[in-house]
Nanobody
Framework: QLQLVESGGGLVQPGGSLRLSCVVS????????IGWFRQAPGKEREGVAC????????YYSDSVKGRFTISRDNAKNTVYLQMNSLKPEDTAVYYC?????????????WGQGTQLTVSS
């Protein structure tokens, strides 16, 4: 059974850093695009980063470009989201998702989410 489990969320001060992890099981990570999404209270879900299965390309939303970095370790079946220079507006539940199609279409498989709160 295909499963994604996020971890690493928590409370961090503005300007701080945190790394989220997404461990996948039940499928081979190499064959999937992996995206990180977030949803803040009262807001729609937003795609923030994607790691392409094809050529290692990465994509970022304008809101996180230059601050967040997505990476994957296929041998460990894990995808990371390194988040630097965090802002209060980054507060949200963060989800990882997997799909074989594209970074730019609806993702089929989702984790349960991990909460990030950026506050002093």
């Amino acid at each position: 059974q295909l499963q994604l489990v996020e971890s690493g969320g928590g409370l961090v001060q503005p300007g701080g850093s945190l790394r989220l992890s997404c461990v996948v099981s039940g499928f081979t990570l190499d064959y999937y695009h992996i995206g990180w999404f977030r949803q803040a209270p009262g807001k729609e879900r937003e795609g923030v980063a994607c790691s392409s299965r094809n050529d290692g390309s990465t994509y970022y939303s304008d809101s996180v470009k230059g601050r967040f970095t997505i990476s994957r370790d296929n041998a460990k079946n894990t995808v990371y989201l390194q988040m630097n220079s965090l802002k209060p507006e980054d507060t949200a539940v963060y989800y990882c998702a997997a799909d074989r199609g594209s970074c730019f279409q609806r993702f089929a498989y989702w984790g349960q989410g991990t909460q990030l709160t950026v506050s002093s």
